[in-house]
């Protein structure tokens, strides 16, 4: 063989190699830099200048990130940066983060699948759930009982409360959790206000929804989620037992303050429903495409009943959402209208872990980010912002402007 030809069957096998690994190769959408956010005297603004993540990420303090994206019904792509510790450990596709408050929207899955069972009603007095504990009557709840819509909703009058414990004196107990006995430091599961009344956020009101489930089951809410939603959807990386099982302890994703430090998670509690999911990002897209698939009736696993009853909308938010007009479904928050309708829910645990899912079940596109920064909310609405515009949302550039 000549040379000349030698050349051209070398660059003819080189181009066949190439054209095969892109084939292979999911795009990385976010390889030419996110959308910055800045802060300005009228509010946030998004800017039209793109940054790279890892220099968003330095410049914000955060270590970790990971960014699953869902586009046709089904997981795309899934990105990572940074490290999940302070020794240099990457992140990876297989990376748990802690989902925080998004917990609470696996928690509403698993309401509205016994719902579809027929073993709960969304409008019947949890009293008639509960066998361990019982909801105390006082003049705020002898007209007005608390029920499973209510507290979806965060309608249920009851406080919005953070579970601390004396740890000198042991773990308590569920129970003690919701009577707020020791050695639990936290306000009691007993309404405030008139349940229905008013909209107010709640997370012993996701920890009472907890003890339902259990006492309805007589299952613990781990097996009650890994029966109904883990195992099915192949959730591998997806748990709420904590401390975690060893088989996942060096997949940890660790905390970060918001000065970049490491810090000891603060997971351990027997209240898991409102905050205690460890999961991946790729797990959590599992679970929003099985969803969005129900929503056309093309899913094996959820009906399109129980998505349309997860994103009914039940009343109008007193407040914005990243400057959006936002509703309350059953266990999740809506934004858009029509076609564009969006569900979401996001999440913060204290000393610093952050995630939000959106998706939008009439395009079947959205995304699951988690980072394990206290900061790291700013970074995932940059994220939001830049995936908005190359996957074509309905919306998710919240901050966007007429300013270069």
């Known amino acids: 063989m000549n040379k000349e030809l030698l050349k051209l069957y070398v660059f003819f096998l080189t181009s066949l190699i190439i054209a095969s690994c892109n084939n292979d190769k999911k795009i990385n959408y976010l390889a030419d830099g996110i959308y910055e956010i800045i802060d300005t005297d009228s509010g946030k603004v998004q800017i039209q200048r793109k940054t790279p993540v890892a220099l968003r990420m330095e410049k914000l303090k955060i270590p970790g990130l990971s960014i699953t994206v869902i586009d046709s019904f089904k997981t795309q792509e899934t990105i990572t940066y940074g490290e999940k510790d302070s020794v240099n450990n990457e992140v990876t596709n297989n990376t748990l983060f802690q989902a925080a408050s998004v917990s609470k929207y696996v928690t509403a899955i698993l309401v509205h699948h016994f719902i579809e069972k027929g073993l709960l009603n969304l409008d019947t007095d949890i009293n008639q759930y509960l066998k361990s504990w019982e909801m105390p009557t006082n003049n705020f709840t002898k007209d007005n009982p608390v029920t499973l819509r209510l507290l979806l909703t965060h309608q249920s009058g009851l406080p919005s409360t953070n579970f601390a414990y004396d740890k000198e004196k042991g773990m308590p107990t569920l129970s003690q959790v919701l009577n707020a006995e020791p050695p639990a430091i936290n306000k009691p599961a007993v309404p405030e206000f008139i349940p229905g009344s008013s909209w107010s956020y709640s997370n012993i009101g996701y920890a009472l929804i907890q003890q339902i489930l259990e006492d309805v ?5 781990q097996n009650i989620a890994q029966t109904i939603l883990f195992e099915p959807l192949e959730m591998n990386s ?3 037992i904590y401390p975690l099982p060893k088989s996942l302890k060096d997949r940890e994703a660790m905390p970060f303050n918001s000065n970049g430090e490491q810090k000891l998670p603060d997971l351990d509690s027997p209240a898991k429903a409102q905050g205690g999911l460890m999961t991946s990002t790729e797990d959590l897209a599992k679970l929003t495409s099985e969803l969005m698939r129900a929503y056309k009736d ?43 309708i969006a569900f979401l829910h996001n999440g913060y645990n204290s000393p610093g872990s952050v995630c939000i899912v959106i998706g939008f079940p009439e395009k079947g596109k959205g995304a699951v980010i988690a980072s394990n920064s206290a900061n790291g909310e700013h970074l995932y609405l940059e994220v939001i912002a830049t995936l908005a515009d190359k996957y074509k949302w309905p919306s998710g550039q919240f901050f966007k402007r007429l300013r270069e």
């Open 298 to 340: 093309k899913s094996k696993v959820f009906s399109k009943g129980l998505v349309n009853k997860l994103i009914n909308k039940e009343l109008k938010l007193p407040f914005k959402f990243y400057e959006q007009t936002a509703y309350m479904g059953l266990g999740v928050l809506l934004i858009g209208e029509n076609e564009d």
């Open 217 to 221: 089951t007589n299952k613990s809410f």
């Open 238 to 240: 997806s748990t709420f």
